[in-house]
């Protein structure tokens, strides 16, 4: 009985503590800032205890997945509620709201469409004329080639009789003779000086 009551005090204090006496229990409380260290305690360094580098990594994953988790669900029972409440006291409203954007988008994609048929026929009608117009282009370059096929033809062609002309006056073995004497007969001189304008102002005379 004794061991008992040693384990207990204060019921024991109480117990054999007479009726007409205060009651006053000894409470064990924390020191103040200005108490110092214990002797006990003074050369007493806290260590923390060791963390596994791979431990902590993989519960900060799942500590982060779970709030993840948390939140979504969370957030989907307040939406469920949200929307349950919503369709409580708005349900008819809801209801005209979405048939009248089920009707708006009808006639927005009417309207969509016939936007697009005016488009296509724009587009169609502005490629028939830059094909017509590639069309003309090109009848008119191969034309203008045409054209200088054919210049350059007549040049070549004129450019043939008018060295057929200038050939009659070459000087061949045959006429040789003939031309040396013609040039005996015939001397020029061409010690001679021009203006501006090509006018012989003076000539040497021939010696």
């Keep these: 009985m004794l061991r008992a009551l ?10 054999l503590s007479p009726r007409t006496a205060v009651m006053v229990e000894t409470v064990r409380g ?11 305690k003074v050369g007493r360094v806290k260590t923390p205890p060791p963390v ?24 989907e029972f307040k939406e469920q509620m949200l929307r349950k409440k919503y369709e409580e006291e708005v349900g008819s409203v809801a209801e005209e709201r979405a048939k009248r954007e089920a009707e708006e988008h009808r006639s927005l994609m009417a309207l969509n ?8 026929k724009i587009r169609e009608q502005r490629m028939l004329k830059e094909a ?8 008119e370059a191969a034309i203008l080639r045409q054209q200088e096929l054919e210049d350059y033809i ?3 062609e004129r450019q043939i009789l008018q060295l057929q002309e200038e ?11 003939q031309r040396i004497e013609e040039a005996l007969d ?21 010696q």
Excluded: Q, W
């Design 186 to 206: 015939n001397p020029k001189n061409y010690n001679f000086a021009i203006d501006k304008e090509g006018r012989v102002v003076k000539r040497t005379a021939f």
């Design 154 to 156: 007549k040049e070549k």
């Design 113 to 120: 469409d016939a936007e697009n048929l005016r488009m296509r």
């Design 167 to 177: 050939a009659k006056d070459f000087i061949t073995p045959d006429n040789l003779d």
């Design 30 to 40: 924390r020191k103040s800032r200005t108490d110092p260290k214990a002797k006990s």
């Design 6 to 15: 040693s384990r207990c005090h204060a019921p024991a204090v109480r117990l």
């Design 52 to 75: 596994d580098p791979v431990e902590m990594i993989v519960l900060k994953e799942r500590f982060t997945e779970y709030n993840l988790i948390l939140r979504a669900l969370r957030l």
């Design 132 to 139: 017509e117009a590639a069309e003309l282009k090109k009848r």
